[in-house]
């Protein structure tokens, strides 16, 4: 699915920097993924309670008397053979060998969409992961990201701290508290090494995840997102935002 990519560069680049963003999902695999989920109810907020279509977000916010920041199709997206496709394809897993070793699968897929809200307050800002903070899922990780919509600087761009994935502080690695303030992980690691990952829908990274991150707010375009993730444990209920769990 992605040409003359090598899965050795692409792991090269994650070792230096923690992150790589030259990937790109043929046109008709993108459109369908998107497809499916525009057609797809989703779930708000990771609560099986409220179920709407995308196009609905504005009457679901309404209709729930909450503020709805994401949209996430959990298991259903099983059903979509073009987001199965991208799982499996083997520069995916490859490059997850590369880095995390030959015990290394394939352990979450999921797609949602953050959406522009203008209700949210701190908290719930918060809980939602738009602050820097590093995953905990597992000892060692890769996540695969691609955007199935366009993403500007508008429309929630995922940004990641270059470098940060080898060099923690140590009060940053013996804190439980997930979201760090962007000066504070900002002043460590140097502003020039945030980057703001923008593009058109079909735009693909992956990122070691014990590097900082975040996804930002959606100011007025909805985001749609998809995540591969490989890992090296068994599947574990910390990793479970209701996405299946591959075996
Ligand atoms: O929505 C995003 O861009 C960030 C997602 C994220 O932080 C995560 O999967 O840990």
């Given at each position: 699915m992605?040409?003359?990519?090598?899965?050795?560069?692409?792991?090269?680049e994650l070792r230096?920097?923690?992150?790589?963003?030259?990937?790109t999902?043929?046109t008709?695999?993108q459109?369908?993924?998107a497809?499916f989920a525009?057609?797809?109810?989703?779930f708000?907020?990771?609560?099986?309670?409220?179920?709407?279509?995308?196009?609905?977000?504005?009457e679901?916010e309404?209709?729930?008397?909450?503020t709805?920041?994401?949209?996430?199709?959990f298991?259903?997206i099983?059903?979509?053979?073009?987001?199965?496709?991208?799982?499996?394809?083997?520069?995916?897993?490859?490059?997850a060998?590369?880095?995390?070793?030959?015990e290394t699968?394939?352990?979450?897929t999921?797609?949602?969409?953050s959406?522009?809200t203008?209700?949210?307050s701190?908290?719930?800002?918060?809980?939602a992961?738009?602050?820097?903070?590093?995953?905990?899922?597992?000892?060692?990780?890769?996540k695969f990201?691609?955007?199935l919509?366009?993403?500007?600087?508008?429309?929630g761009?995922h940004?990641?701290?270059?470098?940060?994935?080898?060099?923690?502080r140590m009060?940053?690695?013996l804190?439980?508290?997930?979201?760090?303030?962007?000066e504070?992980?900002?002043?460590?690691y140097?502003?020039?090494?945030?980057?703001t990952l923008?593009?058109k829908a079909g735009t693909g990274?992956?990122?070691d995840?014990?590097?900082?991150?975040?996804?930002?707010?959606?100011k007025?375009?909805?985001?749609l997102?998809m995540e591969?993730?490989?890992g090296?444990s068994k599947?574990?209920?910390?990793?479970?935002?209701?996405e299946?769990?591959?075996r």
């Amino acid at each position: 699915m992605f040409g003359e990519i090598k899965a050795a560069d692409v792991a090269a680049e994650l070792r230096r920097t923690g992150i790589f963003s030259g990937l790109t999902l043929p046109t008709a695999v993108q459109e369908e993924i998107a497809r499916f989920a525009n057609e797809t109810p989703c779930f708000g907020n990771f609560d099986r309670r409220i179920e709407f279509l995308a196009s609905e977000h504005a009457e679901a916010e309404q209709r729930f008397g909450r503020t709805i920041l994401s949209g996430h199709h959990f298991d259903r997206i099983v059903r979509c053979e073009a987001a199965l496709a991208v799982q499996k394809d083997p520069l995916l897993l490859n490059v997850a060998k590369h880095c995390l070793g030959g015990e290394t699968k394939l352990i979450t897929t999921r797609t949602w969409w953050s959406f522009p809200t203008k209700t949210a307050s701190e908290a719930d800002l918060s809980r939602a992961s738009f602050k820097f903070h590093f995953d905990l899922d597992d000892w060692r990780m890769l996540k695969f990201f691609f955007y199935l919509s366009d993403v500007d600087a508008d429309a929630g761009p995922h940004v990641y701290v270059r470098g940060s994935h080898n060099r923690r502080r140590m009060k940053h690695q013996l804190t439980l508290l997930v979201g760090h303030p962007s000066e504070e992980v900002l002043g460590f690691y140097g502003e020039e090494n945030a980057v703001t990952l923008t593009g058109k829908a079909g735009t693909g990274f992956v990122e070691d995840p014990f590097g900082f991150h975040m996804g930002t707010l959606a100011k007025h375009t909805p985001r749609l997102m998809m995540e591969a993730g490989f890992g090296v444990s068994k599947p574990s209920k910390r990793r479970y935002h209701g996405e299946p769990v591959i075996r």
